[in-house]
């Protein structure tokens, strides 16, 4: 298994940036594919990005050029830089890491983007 801890989340003004950070807790060279889901109010989670063990990337259309994944296998950490924040980019999100078949989460970290 694997534990995941989300950071970088907070409050942001409409434009703005954030980092967001996932590391894991074991190392997560053979995990194939790592990704960041969110989840807003009253909404279904929805894929933000993922990328692979070999760096390729999928995002959803509404992050596409704005939002940014990366991961480290020698850290054992996946990150989301996101810029261009807009209001209806806040939710909470969620880092993903998917092993011998189960699916595990984060506790997720809160985006909000406001005024």
């Known amino acids: 298994q694997v534990r995941l801890v989300e950071s970088g989340g907070g409050l942001v003004q409409p434009g703005g940036s954030l980092r967001l950070s996932c590391a894991a807790s074991r190392s997560i060279f053979r995990i194939a594919a790592m990704g960041w889901y969110r989840q807003a109010p009253g909404k279904q989670r929805e894929l933000v990005a993922t990328?692979?063990?070999?760096?390729?990337?999928n995002y959803a259309d509404s992050m596409k050029g704005r939002f940014t994944i990366s991961r480290d296998n020698a850290e054992n950490t996946v990150d989301l830089q996101m810029s261009s924040l807009k209001p209806e980019d806040t939710a909470v999100y969620y880092c993903?890491?998917?092993?011998?078949?189960?699916?595990?989460w984060g506790q997720g970290t809160q985006v909000t983007v406001s005024t």
């Open positions: 990328i692979t063990n070999n760096g390729s990337t």
């Open positions: 993903n890491a998917p092993l011998y078949g189960v699916r595990y």
